[in-house]
């Protein structure tokens, strides 16, 4: 079958600018917007479906282990803020500040939500009495603000939209139990939904959450060798219990601070699929989250009973239960072709006159383009291969390419040649923050995190050459 | 069978203090709380599991007519927001400011969003061109500000959530018809969902959203007999499309500005739905926005295979596809029936060790209180019928009570006498602004709407007695 597809050359190829290919994508598939708020984006229809895809995932995930969803006010007064010191100073540089109300100057000046730790721990000090008041496992939908300097669509924002996961547990155990709990959650969201492969670990103290005892995330590798914090959970223990006063009685009688969690994932997880799946010819979506998993293109669509049929075939998929459109507008099929890879919608099923005398469509795959012929009654079910197959073919593709961009390193020059290439540099680690510093000050590279897959691959840290028992990935990173 | 209810007696009795009562049921049956930042409130993981059924329903009905989900910025720069003049005079003296971001003063100060009219057209300026980018038909799920003096749980706060539509439509007609289908959607969503019939219409012109040529409103009766305006519809014309300087090419090939709407409501329907419904006991909720639909409640819980059997039956009712929970904890089943009764859920199931016996669970309905024995085997089938009887029983009540609580009224002195009744005085009136602004001096009452429903009963107006053709509806209103 002639291979009639418009390269869509509208774009900037990965190779020649990455970043630029990132933008590009972002604006052409109609993800996103600028605003006139600076460094705020709109999230337009085809990236909020994204997101919506993800929501559905997480709230059904969440609620099935016991989250129930709130809502907390969108700002802090700075008095409460302040509560918590290593926490306030974390996130001070990088609040927006309202200070008027109405015609009214505001004594206690507004911050609006970075995150929202202090208001659940407020509303957690009044609610929580006895040890029967808990574990009490809060989630909430919303957008936080952070007043960032350089932004990028999805990556890093002025605002963005996320979830926070906010716990309060009775023992410290549970709480802990609670923090990895979620972060297989969100391990969970990579392999079935995004096909994102991530590298599972715990933060160094040096990149923890302000205010954490621990802090746990989910890093992606980038195709451009840069790592991406998709995710993370935070284990806090007491401290902000104490700072705020919330107490139980224990089924002992005693009077306690209950332990807590929180964690997140953000519309960042967009930027992540984008960037991991998408090739010169703009997105490529997993299955899962595509807001159209198949489109019906009509091919000679001016010939009779061929709009008909691709509307039929149409019909039949979403009555299967896919996302499924039928582009029958009057543009060209080329164009069409062009603009739905585009969008990465992950099968194209072309019709024309010719398949429909031998009852058969073609199927195209997004994701490495192959075409079949498949006939119409055997469609569906084809369907549901396929999509299992392209999914699998995205998370293995990625997989392999994270596994082929980690580099063994023993010394500093293997590790600034490692870094120099890009991607993961897994290494030996004495635990020391000033060999880190050190990292970060030659390189530029942070510990992204210490894998929970803890396989030793030497004996001394390459920093300071003593003794060493920790493995660690250190990466540039966004 | 012994009537073993627990009355509780811990909240203000509705004739007694209304308000009290309505602030009592908020608090007591966990739908909210008071936050440390005045005038906003936290929604608890009951009163947010209400908003969850309610944006089910109407995403859905959004998505099946067409329409798209978005986000934009919860900001607006004060420069951008000054475009439209109506408008910003409307908004201005409720918004909160942001003047701070990071350690900076902002050149161009941030109101956080009372409404996003301007942001939608600013967006919208840039992505229309062409009458093929017609009609755009967005919706947005978020919290806005506005700055309120005095608040009141879910009625009127500092920051509520709600969704709201903005639409852009090449023709004038396409716009009109967009407004008033929306208030359809709202008008589906009390009679289908919350069980409260609105009284659907027009507002006056003084009555209408600031910069819109029509508002329309679906108003409901509270049971102290004032109006609630529990949602909107809007047509502007294309007067913003003019100040935000959208245009589009006709087929035609004449650059034409696009006509607008926008519609929302918002977690007010929370309060209409527990006023509306709620009893001396609590809340009464309507099965369909119910968090949870049945409880199952042990009683003799301590004999044998009591609590297996009341989990078996819950069990039974999950996989018919309700929410259902069985409450086995050592509390007695008097408190267990006051409390459920206070969460206003539809449906008590009891079951005993004689019911067991029997193989029969005893059902209570919590709008009206009555028991019927049902044997095991019929359960599904019967809550299944009754679910249905206890929507419409709740809905007859209302309507009842609406219907009870207007008066027509044909002279000042009736108006008075009505207002002072509570309810709506349906009366004639000339259409001008001078009587309206009478009737709100001397009474407080305002006009809620010009109803859909126009059988006039007079001919004159009761303030000028003069020629009058338009029905409407006045009552005094949160």
Redesign the interface.
């Known amino acids: 079958m002639e291979n009639n597809q418009i390269k869509n050359n509208s774009i900037t190829r990965q190779e020649d600018d990455f970043a630029q290919w990132y933008t590009d994508v972002c604006k052409k598939a109609e993800l996103m917007?600028y605003?006139?708020?600076k460094g705020?984006?709109?999230?337009?229809?085809y990236g909020?479906?994204i997101?919506?895809q993800i929501q559905k995932y997480l709230d059904k995930r969440f609620k099935e282990s016991g989250h129930?969803?709130?809502?907390?006010?969108?700002?802090?007064?700075a008095s409460?803020f302040q509560k918590e010191k290593e926490h306030v100073e974390g996130f001070a540089?990088?609040?927006?500040?309202?200070?008027?109300?109405?015609?009214e100057e505001l004594d206690d000046?507004?911050i609006?939500r970075p995150t929202s730790e202090v208001?659940f721990c407020?509303?957690y000090a009044?609610?929580i009495n006895s040890y029967r008041d808990l574990p009490k496992l809060?989630n909430q939908w919303?957008?936080v603000?952070r007043?960032e300097?350089t932004t990028r669509p999805f990556l890093r924002g002025a605002?963005f939209?996320w979830q926070e996961g906010h716990t309060m547990h009775a023992s410290e155990e549970e709480a802990r139990t609670e923090t990895l709990k979620m972060l297989e959650v969100y391990d969970d969201l990579g392999r079935d939904v995004l096909a994102i492969p991530f590298s599972k670990g715990r933060k160094t103290d040096k990149e923890k959450f302000s205010g954490a005892l621990e802090t746990y995330s989910i890093e992606a590798l980038m195709p451009d060798g840069k790592a991406l914090q998709c995710g993370t959970t935070h284990y806090f223990g007491n401290g902000f219990a104490k700072a705020f006063g919330i107490q139980f009685q224990s089924k002992e009688g005693k009077l306690e601070n209950p332990y807590q969690t929180s964690w997140g994932v953000s519309t960042r997880l967009i930027g992540a699929t984008i960037m991991v799946h998408g090739d010169d010819n703009g997105l490529v979506l997993p299955p899962e989250v595509a807001p159209i998993q198949i489109i019906v293109i009509p091919v000679a669509a001016n010939k009779p009973g061929v709009i008909p049929a691709a509307r039929e075939v149409a019909q039949k998929l979403v009555d299967a239960g896919y996302r499924c459109k039928v582009d029958d507008s009057d543009k060209t099929p080329g164009w069409k072709f062009s603009e739905y890879e585009m969008k990465g919608v992950p099968l194209r099923v072309e019709i024309g006159p010719r398949d429909i005398e031998k009852g058969q469509v073609v199927i195209a795959k997004r994701n490495d383009g192959s075409k079949i012929f498949c006939p119409i009654e055997e469609l569906a079910d084809k369907v549901h291969q396929l999509m299992k197959t392209i999914h699998q073919e995205m998370y293995e593709k990625a997989y392999k390419y994270l596994l082929d961009h980690t580099t063994d390193v023993h010394t500093m020059e293997e590790l600034n040649a490692a870094l120099e290439k890009g991607g993961y540099s897994k290494m030996m680690w004495c635990g020391n923050q000033d060999c880190e510093d050190k990292i970060k000050e030659l390189t530029n590279a942070t510990a992204r995190c210490l894998p929970f897959n803890q396989i030793p691959n030497g004996e001394t840290c390459p920093v300071c050459g003593k003794k060493a028992s920790k493995v660690v990935l250190f990466a540039k990173a966004y």
């Open positions: 917007d605003s006139s708020v705020f984006i709109i999230y337009r229809p909020y479906a997101w919506e129930e969803n709130v809502y907390m006010p969108m700002v802090i007064p409460l540089p990088e609040c927006l500040i309202a200070t008027k109300g109405g015609k000046h507004l609006v208001l407020d509303h009044k609610i809060y919303c957008s603000v007043w300097k605002e939209l």
